[in-house]
C-alpha cells in the first residue's frame, strides 16, 4: 500500500488515510506514527501553501516551486521512514513490541511455533532468538488427525 502512495501518478494527500490503519497495526509506537504524520502534515501544507503561490497572480503569496519540492521530498523521507521500521520488525522479531515477549506469532493458533515447511530460496533459516527452544505440535496439512480417525 505504501509503494502505490509514494509511485502512484496521482500524489494525492488523501491517500495517506489508507496508509493509519495499517500503520497502526504493523508498528504500535507513538514515536514513529508520530514522525511519519509530521511529514505528512507538512506535505499537506506545503500543496496549499504552492496552490495559494499558484494562485495569488503577481503577488506570489505563499510558497514556491522549490519549498513544494522539499515538501514532497519530506513526505517520501517519512513514509520511507516507516516502511523500514516495519520491515525492519519483520525481519527481527525481538525488535517488535508485539513480539518482544519471544512469540512467534500472537494469533498463530496451532501454527504458533511450528516450524516452516517450506522457504523459497533453500532451507529454513533459525529464528534469531532463543524463544523458540519450546516444540510445539506439528501442523501436517491434509492429513487427518486423532479426533477425525
Given amino acids: 500500500m505504501a509503494a502505490f502512495v509514494l509511485t502512484n501518478k496521482v500524489y494525492s494527500p488523501q491517500y495517506v488515510l489508507w ?3 495499517l500503520a497502526v497495526l504493523a ?3 507513538w514515536r514513529d506514527f508520530l514522525i511519519w504524520q509530521a511529514c505528512e502534515v507538512v506535505y499537506f501544507l506545503g500543496i496549499w501553501m ?3 503561490y499558484t494562485t495569488s ?3 506570489h503569496q505563499g510558497l514556491p516551486p522549490e519549498g513544494y519540492q522539499l515538501a514532497i521530498a519530506v513526505h517520501l523521507l517519512g513514509t520511507v521512514y516507516l516502511c523500514a521500521v516495519v520491515v525492519r520488525d519483520a525481519l527481527m522479531p525481538e525488535r517488535d513490541v508485539v513480539r518482544q515477549d519471544g512469540a ?3 494469533s498463530g ?3 504458533d511455533r511450528a516450524p516452516d ?3 523459497l530460496g533453500g532451507a529454513a533459516h533459525p529464528p534469531r532468538h532463543g524463544a523458540h527452544s519450546v516444540e ?3 501442523v501436517e496439512w491434509g492429513t487427518t488427525g486423532p479426533a477425525a480417525g
Fill in 104 to 106: 512467534d506469532d500472537p
Fill in 109 to 111: 493458533g496451532v501454527l
Fill in 117 to 119: 515447511a517450506f522457504v
Fill in 50 to 52: 504552492y496552490l495559494a
Fill in 57 to 59: 497572480g503577481d503577488k
Fill in 136 to 138: 510445539g505440535p506439528r
Fill in 27 to 29: 508498528r504500535p509506537r
Fill in 19 to 21: 496508509l493509519i490503519p
